[in-house]
Nanobody, 123 residues
Framework: QVQLVESGGGLVQTGGSLRLSCAASGRTFSMYAMGWFRQGPGKEREFVADISASGGMRRSADSVKGRFTISRDNAKNTVYLQMNSLKPEDTAVYYC????????????????WGQGTQVTVSS
């Protein structure tokens, strides 16, 4: 029903920036909230940021607050994660999620997921 394709991951030095993109299929993109999660080596998948369907409400995890910004362009069916001041602890696979069923900051709140894109921050 919903396919999510992520891009923009890669290798960056500490203090650098990356912008992740998540392109969604379908004409109903504007109707659902979107989120970003990440999973580091040996760790559970954790919440990073989310955004309401209209883009009017945004939340972010304390660990990235002030450094990461989530945004969306409904005309392009795309959600973004701008990551600044990157740290080695930001190294993880980043996942895009769509169609939230609740406002909980957990993976189970979302119905659809992308394949993930690797972000590596070198020290």
């Amino acid at each position: 029903q919903v396919q999510l394709v992520e891009s923009g991951g890669g290798l960056v030095q500490t203090g650098g920036s990356l912008r992740l993109s998540c392109a969604a299929s379908g004409r109903t993109f504007s109707m659902y909230a979107m989120g970003w999660f990440r999973q580091g080596p040996g760790k559970e998948r954790e919440f990073v940021a989310d955004i309401s369907a209209s883009g009017g409400m945004r939340r972010s995890a304390d660990s990235v607050k002030g450094r990461f910004t989530i945004s969306r362009d409904n005309a392009k069916n795309t959600v973004y994660l701008q990551m600044n001041s990157l740290k080695p602890e930001d190294t993880a696979v980043y996942y895009c999620a769509a169609d939230r069923k609740s406002g909980q900051l957990v993976p189970s709140a979302y119905y659809y997921w992308g394949q993930g894109t690797q972000v590596t921050v070198s020290s």
